[in-house]
C-alpha cells in the first residue's frame, strides 16, 4: 500500500530535550516536507527537500532541522523543543515540487512540549 | 498577512442539502489551487483542483468555482453526507510550487 508514515504518533516532551520525528515514504517521491498545523493558521511548511542530500527552508523553520540521507526518509529533528513548537506535524511527499503532482499526507505527530 | 483565507471556521448543513465552502486568495501570482479534506487523526487528502485558466472544475458531488477577479474560489457538495463531516483546506500555488499556501481551514458538519 503507497503510504507515508510518521513516528511516533503523539509525543509529550520537556523544554530542552531533543527529539526526531520519522517520515517514511514508499511511493520513490522525490519531493518530500515537513508542515505544523495550528489553529487558524492551516498548514505552514517548515523545511522541503527536493531530492536526496537537498534540503531547504519552508516558511517556518526556525528552531528545526532535516536530513536527507535516503530518498524514502525524512526525519525532523528538534534540537532544544520549546513551547511554541507544540502543534500537529505532518509529513507530505509527491513525485515533484510541481503543484500539479498530488501530495500524499502522514497521519500527523501531535507534540506537546511542557 | 495570510494569503489565504477562509472566512467561515465552521459550516453546519443538513444532509441531503448544498454544502458550500468558501476561500479568498491575495497573492495574483496564484495559478493553481486545490482543496483538501481531512478527517480526525489523518492527515489531510487531495480532494479536488482547478487551473487559473478554468473556472469550473467537477469531480462527482464535489465542484470547485474559481473567480479570478474575484481572486475567490468555492467547492460546492452536492448532495452533503454525513461522511462529508471533515476539515477542508483551501490552498493555493503558483505553476511552480515555489509559492504553495494553505488556507486555516473550514470545520463542516453535515447533520443527519
Known amino acids: 500500500e503507497a503510504q507515508v508514515t510518521q513516528n511516533p504518533r503523539y509525543l509529550i516532551t520537556v523544554t530542552g530535550k531533543k527529539l526526531t520525528v520519522t517520515c517514511s515514504q514508499n511511493?520513490?517521491?522525490?519531493?518530500m516536507s515537513w508542515y505544523r498545523q495550528d489553529p487558524g493558521l492551516g498548514l505552514r511548511q517548515i523545511y522541503y527537500?527536493?531530492?536526496?542530500?537537498?534540503?531547504d527552508k519552508g516558511d517556518v523553520p526556525e528552531g528545526y532541522k532535516v536530513s536527507r540521507k535516503e530518498k524514502r526518509n525524512f526525519p525532523l529533528i528538534l534540537e532544544s523543543p520549546s513551547p511554541n513548537q507544540t502543534s500537529l506535524y505532518f509529513c507530505?511527499?509527491?513525485?515533484?515540487?510541481?503543484?500539479?503532482?498530488?501530495?500524499?499526507f502522514g497521519p500527523g505527530t501531535r507534540l506537546t512540549v511542557l | 498577512d495570510q494569503q489565504v483565507k477562509q472566512n467561515s471556521p465552521s459550516l453546519s448543513v443538513q444532509e441531503g442539502r448544498i454544502s458550500i465552502l468558501n476561500c479568498d486568495y491575495t497573492?495574483?501570482?496564484?495559478?493553481?489551487f486545490l482543496w483538501y479534506k481531512k478527517y480526525p487523526a489523518e492527515g489531510p487528502t487531495f480532494l479536488i483542483s482547478?487551473?487559473?485558466?478554468?473556472d469550473k472544475n467537477e469531480d462527482g458531488r464535489f465542484t470547485v468555482f474559481l473567480n479570478k477577479s474575484a481572486k475567490h474560489l468555492s467547492l460546492h457538495i452536492v448532495p452533503s453526507q454525513p461522511g462529508d463531516s471533515a476539515v477542508y483546506f483551501c490552498?493555493?500555488?503558483?505553476?511552480?510550487?515555489?509559492?504553495?499556501?494553505f488556507g486555516p481551514g473550514t470545520r463542516l458538519s453535515v447533520l443527519p
Open positions: 507530505a511527499s509527491s513525485l515533484s515540487r510541481n503543484p500539479y503532482n498530488e501530495q500524499f
Open positions: 511511493m520513490n517521491h522525490e519531493y
Open positions: 527537500s527536493m531530492n536526496v542530500e537537498v534540503t
Open positions: 497573492n495574483s501570482m496564484f495559478d493553481y
Open positions: 482547478i487551473s487559473s485558466i478554468k
Open positions: 490552498a493555493a500555488s503558483d505553476n511552480y510550487g515555489q509559492n504553495f499556501v
